[in-house]
């Protein structure tokens, strides 16, 4: 898996590329990241890559063409290395809401190129020409894609065989479909009691089943007061058994 990224702070990315799991599993070689920068596909001595809006307004834009022959030659570069040409996706407050589903397709692929946008956005002629996709983290205004980006590399990258060791598998997050999609239990660590507060019981018993189902009845209560929706989805898939609805009842506000 490739991504390649367009983007005015090429080094923003040394946190994905050189730390942590995402780190350890590019100098493996499991992935790989390419940065563009928009600046060395300038012609004029400023090296300029925006100019201010037509019809007024605050602000700069980005300007299309070095935009444009920065996509063209992460494609070529991407072709060039016997890969297929990946789609382009903006980062963007107006794309669809990144969530785990779309870091599970995305773990899937060969990879993407990301367009990290900077100023008060991107001249729309680059988006309607060169953008497949526009994804969004949520619903607040970043400085520059670049966060983004690193999220959505971040997120996906863990997904990948072999990039997590078992003790950090990803199974047990937040959202897997191996938890039906619901929030994750809380954990505890050594010592057994810390500032008088005592590890709960069953994660102490040894008993495997008692352990399981304490985990599964955190996760439903701590789903159902925070994440109601997540409740409703399991529902409707048939992820729910008959014990955690028995459970789902006993709550205070049953969801
Ligand atoms: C200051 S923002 C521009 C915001 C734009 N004027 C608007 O209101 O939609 C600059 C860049 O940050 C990125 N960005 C900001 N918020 C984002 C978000 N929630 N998700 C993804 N990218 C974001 C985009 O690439 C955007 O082009």
């Given at each position: 898996m490739r991504f390649d990224v367009v983007t005015l702070f090429p080094d923003m990315f040394s946190v994905v590329r050189d730390l942590g799991v995402t780190g350890r599993a590019h100098g493996q070689g499991r992935w790989n990241l390419q940065a563009w920068n928009p600046r060395d596909y300038t012609h004029d001595a400023h090296r300029t890559v925006d100019d201010r809006p037509y019809g007024g307004g605050p602000g700069m834009v980005m300007m299309?063409?070095?935009l444009a022959a920065a996509v063209q030659a992460a494609q070529a570069r991407r072709v060039a290395d016997?890969?297929?040409p990946a789609p382009v996706?903006?980062?963007?407050?107006?794309?669809?809401?990144?969530?785990?589903a779309r870091a599970h397709a995305m773990a899937t692929s060969a990879g993407a190129v990301l367009i990290c946008g900077r100023y008060e956005g991107i001249d729309q002629r680059f988006i309607d020409r060169y953008v497949d996709e526009e994804l969004s983290l949520g619903d607040f205004v970043l400085s520059g894609g670049e966060?983004?980006?690193?999220?959505?590399v971040d997120a996906t990258v863990r997904l990948l065989p072999g990039v997590l060791n078992d003790d950090e598998s990803a199974v047990q997050d937040s959202f897997n479909p191996a938890l039906?999609?619901?929030?994750d239990s809380p954990h505890y660590t050594r010592p057994e009691v810390y500032?008088?507060?005592?590890?709960?019981?069953?994660l102490l018993s040894g008993h495997h089943a008692n352990i399981a189902r304490w985990r599964r009845?955190?996760?439903?209560?701590?789903?159902?007061?925070?994440?109601?929706?997540?409740?409703?989805?399991?529902?409707?898939?048939?992820w729910l058994t008959a014990e955690d609805e028995?459970?789902?009842?006993?709550?205070d506000k049953p969801a």
């Open positions: 299309a063409a070095p016997a890969m297929s996706i903006l980062l963007s407050p107006t794309g669809r809401r990144f969530d785990q966060l983004a980006a690193l999220a959505i039906s999609g619901l929030l500032d008088d507060v005592a590890v709960p019981a069953p009845e955190q996760s439903l209560r701590l789903t159902a007061e925070r994440r109601p929706d997540l409740i409703a989805r399991a529902r409707e898939r048939g028995r459970f789902l009842r006993t709550l």
